[in-house]
């Protein structure tokens, strides 16, 4: 399992952060610009990431100001989970983002640079856009 992760302090409360993450409209705002044809309610996303694939998204668990666990609604290239963890630090909240995908040697060489600036984005879009 490759794990891909990143972290960012929102100078928001938890439970303005966990709003916003737990309604997966709003992770049209997070994502790079080589997201097309994007749909959403508030429990699933779907959309294509432009010359890669086609995903699916659902909101598999929700734990309120703690966690959202997102996994594929249909099934995806590789098997992966999508977490966003949530901590209160007082004058705001850290959020960590993080991809466990299972890919294979080829999957990995291809996928891991993408896997790693879709996290880094996300969490520095999430700083920007709640601050």
Same mark, same amino acid.
């Given at each position: 399992?490759?794990?891909?992760?990143?972290?960012?302090? &929102? +100078?928001?409360? !938890?439970?303005?952060?966990? $709003?916003?993450?737990?309604?997966?409209?709003?992770? %049209? *705002?997070?994502?790079?610009?080589?997201?097309?044809?994007?749909?959403?309610?508030?429990?699933?996303?779907?959309?294509?990431?432009?010359?890669?694939?086609?995903?699916?998204?659902?909101?598999?668990?929700?734990? &309120? +100001?703690?966690? !959202?666990?997102?996994?594929? $609604?249909?099934?995806?290239?590789?098997?992966?989970? %999508? *977490?966003?963890?949530?901590?209160?630090?007082?004058?705001?909240?850290?959020?960590?983002?993080?991809?466990?995908?299972?890919?294979?040697?080829?999957?990995?060489?291809?996928?891991?640079?993408?896997?790693?600036?879709?996290?880094?984005?996300?969490?520095?879009?999430? $700083?920007?856009?709640?601050?």
């Amino acid at each position: 399992m490759s794990v891909f992760e990143s972290k960012a302090t &929102v +100078n928001k409360p !938890i439970a303005q952060v966990y $709003a916003f993450l737990a309604d997966m409209n709003n992770h %049209l *705002k997070l994502m790079p610009d080589n997201i097309e044809d994007w749909e959403s309610t508030a429990d699933v996303a779907s959309f294509n990431i432009k010359n890669v694939t086609k995903l699916s998204l659902k909101i598999d668990e929700r734990v &309120v +100001n703690s966690l !959202i666990r997102v996994i594929p $609604a249909e099934k995806p290239p590789f098997d992966m989970e %999508l *977490k966003w963890e949530l901590i209160d630090v007082g004058d705001g909240t850290q959020a960590t983002f993080t991809i466990n995908a299972d890919l294979n040697m080829m999957m990995k060489m291809f996928a891991s640079g993408p896997l790693q600036k879709l996290v880094d984005e996300e969490t520095t879009n999430l $700083a920007t856009l709640l601050s």
